[in-house]
């Protein structure tokens, strides 16, 4: 999910409504001891006004203590001629009474011949360190960011996928009701969640049973330029749909699809492959768990 340097505002709009264009994990509570674990491989593809536009693929791998997802992607069709873009993101990190209290966060997107890269480093919600390149412009209209902006955060692949806390039901519109504050290394905001409706989804391979629909608001904080016609919009945008589904074996909400309009038509990311398992913990002889 499109680097937010001098692109297109469809661009703009997919990188941030779509997660950086793939998407990964954020942590609640954990689930019972004996299913606390579970892995996720999905494909995806991208779509702009019902037009192919990319394909991706993303692996999670959570379990109590630890987490990591990987996703890698590509743009495709005409899009493909003109940017020849292409992705990988990555993310790993701890978690602590289910909460994640450290994060490695690195992004690098190839278009239209130029590079950009993110790496960010989280500690205890608070980001230890961050490189970005191309750096950030000093345009005198961009709102700044401070340390402050920096704390109480999660890196951009933490932050969107959802871990449930509790023992309810998982896909209860409860589940919607989430906050995010962001940070991806240029840009602090927050996205807000509100439960729409329920629905089902059938996967070419994979998953088939009920999904979460959730609408997502976005708020930008700090580190943009308030007159910037793309921020503005989608910052209005009150349209915004993430479909959440299940990681078995854990209380991971994933998105299945997420969609959203921009001024050509429809961006939709959703998942034609969605496999996960459960892999449960196994008790040792003296009683410990192992993996």
């Known amino acids: ?32 001891p004996a299913l606390a674990q579970g892995k996720l491989e999905a494909r995806y ?32 069709g005409l899009l493909h001629a003109f940017t020849g873009g292409q992705g990988t993101t990555a993310t790993r990190g701890t978690l602590q ?20 890269e993110v790496r960010i480093t989280i500690t205890n919600g608070n980001v230890k360190d961050f490189t970005v390149d191309p750096p950030q412009d000093n345009a005198p209209e961009r709102v700044p960011l401070t340390e402050a902006h920096r704390r109480d955060v999660l890196d951009p ?61 976005f708020t930008p904080v700090a580190g943009y330029i308030p007159s910037r016609t793309a921020i503005k919009y989608i910052a209005k945008l009150r349209d915004i749909e ?7 074996g854990t209380r991971v909400l994933v998105p299945y699809r997420v969609q959203g309009p921009t001024p050509i038509g429809q961006a939709v990311l959703e998942a034609d492959e969605f496999v996960s398992v459960a892999t449960p913990t196994r008790a ?8």
Request: charged share 15%; glycine share 8%.
């Open 242 to 248: 993430i479909w959440l589904a299940p990681i078995a």
């Open 97 to 116: 009474a289910g909460r994640p209290v450290s994060s490695i966060y690195a992004s690098t997107i190839v278009a239209s011949k130029k590079t950009d």
């Open 157 to 217: 692949m933490t932050a969107s996928l959802l871990r449930v806390p509790g023992s309810g039901d998982l896909m209860s519109p409860d589940s919607c009701k989430q906050a995010l504050s962001i940070f991806d290394g240029r840009l602090r905001y927050d996205l807000q969640l509100a439960f729409k409706r329920m629905d089902k989804v059938k996967a070419d391979k994979g998953y088939a049973g009920p999904v979460l629909v959730c609408a997502v608001y």
């Open 45 to 76: 593809t991208a779509s702009l006004a019902g037009i192919p536009v990319g394909k991706g693929s993303w692996l999670v791998d959570v379990n109590d203590t630890q987490y990591a997802a990987s996703a890698s992607g590509t743009t495709t």
């Open 1 to 32: 999910m499109l680097a937010l340097r001098q692109i297109s505002l469809q661009q703009v709009l997919l990188r941030q409504v779509l997660g950086c264009a793939l998407l990964a994990l954020a942590a609640g509570a954990a689930s019972s």
């Open 284 to 291: 040792s002889a003296n009683g410990a768990k192992t993996q």
